[in-house]
């Protein structure tokens, strides 16, 4: 009895940690993407903070994750699982942030490594009119469904391998094609049903 009190009381504990964490995350990512340009809606920051963190923590019940994330993907790649390599984790996060209809920020993809062993995909997010390079990422695979985010720039655990220390260059690359996907909804917005002649 007591030891059941204890486990329970001990995993209580685990699960407002995590939440703590996810709140402290949600604040501070919010003003991170607040802080990419002037023009950025505090509001809009925070729905996709608030967004990104709360799917990627339902993708890590949904993917069934297991030890770690590289696990998960062993057990896609076997068949266990329908779901789980960085790429769908990317996928799914993604199709949730362009429901939001950002106006004053910019979803892009990013990949790292691509074609390799080492390749990892995820979000990058950017101001209007902001180099990919000067984003923040948002991937929830690397972390197991705890949203991972930095600036692109300072992320050193994909960036170009210098034998001491840090090289401060990033392998993350932006791949059109999918941020093209996440953008789509841009386009869809009414235009104009008949343009005026002037004379």
């Known amino acids: 009895m007591i030891r059941t009190t204890y486990f329970i009381i001990a995993f209580l504990f685990l699960i407002h940690a995590a939440t703590a964490g996810d709140e402290r995350s949600i604040k501070d990512l919010a003003k ?15 729905a996709l903070s608030v967004t990104a963190h709360t799917k990627a923590r339902s993708l890590k019940k949904e993917y069934r994750v297991v030890l770690n994330p590289e696990f998960t993907v062993f057990l896609y790649n076997i068949g266990m699982r329908k779901r789980g390599w960085c790429g769908h984790w990317a996928q799914d996060i993604g199709a949730e942030l362009k429901e939001l209809k950002l ?24 101001a209007q009119n902001q180099r990919f ?22 992320d050193d655990e994909y960036e ?37 002649a002037s004379r």
């Not at 340009?37 to 509001?43: M, S």
């Not at 892009?108 to 997010?125: D, K, M, Q």
């Not at 390079?133 to 985010?149: M, Q, S």
Request: aromatic share 10%.
């Open 133 to 154: 390079e000067d984003g923040i990422i948002l991937d929830g695979w690397r972390r197991a469904g705890r949203l991972f985010w930095c600036q692109v720039k300072k």
């Open 32 to 46: 991170a993407l607040t802080a990419l340009a002037t023009d950025v809606d505090p509001a809009e920051a925070q």
């Open 160 to 196: 170009a391998e210098q034998h001491y220390g840090h090289s401060g260059i990033t392998m993350w690359r932006e791949n059109m094609k999918w941020s093209a996907w996440l953008q789509e909804y841009q386009s869809t917005e009414e235009k104009p049903k008949t343009a005026t």
């Open 103 to 126: 106006k004053t920020l910019v979803l892009h993809w990013g990949e790292a490594y691509p074609n390799t062993t080492s390749e990892n995909n995820a979000l990058v997010v950017t």
